[in-house]
């Protein structure tokens, strides 16, 4: 069962990871859609993959600044839940209402995120912009 577990998408799909959110952080595809980039932003998250972080959040927001908090090591990540995917005001502006919890490895403190995450499309690419807590 391990084994099984192992090759599951840490986005929560049903999927093997090299075939869901796999392809999009290694840019062998591009997110069509918000709650896609929202599933594989989660699933860099729990891979450590800060360089796509980076690339996947709006250069508006100068990401590159915030590189060495991006990733805490000391998070051990439990799951993400979608609980609703919505358009914008425009076409190019999406987003993403999830939670997702993760346990501090430090303080064995387990702690959910519930935020509503707004994204941009640019030249066919979504980007993370910013979000709000809930």
């Known amino acids: ?4 577990l192992s090759i599951c998408c840490p986005c929560g799909s049903t ?3 090299n075939i869901c959110c796999e392809p ?12 896609i980039l929202m599933r594989s932003r989660y699933s860099a998250y729990v891979k450590c993959n800060v360089d796509y972080l980076i690339i996947s959040w709006h250069s508006d927001c100068h990401p590159e600044n915030f590189r060495n ?12 839940t979608v609980i609703e995917e919505s358009v914008g005001s425009h ?9 997702a919890c993760f346990t501090d490895k430090n303080t064995a ?3 959910t995120i ?3 995450s707004r994204f941009l499309r640019v030249n066919k690419c979504w980007y ?7």
């Not at 069962?1 to 099984?4: A, K, L, R, S, Y």
């Not at 993370?128 to 809930?134: E, P, S």
């Open 1 to 4: 069962m391990e084994n099984v």
């Open 15 to 17: 999927l093997e990871y």
């Open 24 to 35: 999009y952080i290694t840019g062998k595809k591009i997110a069509s859609e918000p709650g």
């Open 69 to 80: 908090t991006l990733i805490q090591k000391e998070r051990k990540w439990h799951g993400l």
């Open 91 to 99: 076409i190019d502006e999406g987003f993403v209402e999830f939670s």
């Open 109 to 111: 403190k387990k702690i």
């Open 114 to 116: 519930h935020e509503r």
């Open 128 to 134: 993370y912009i910013d979000g709000i807590f809930k």
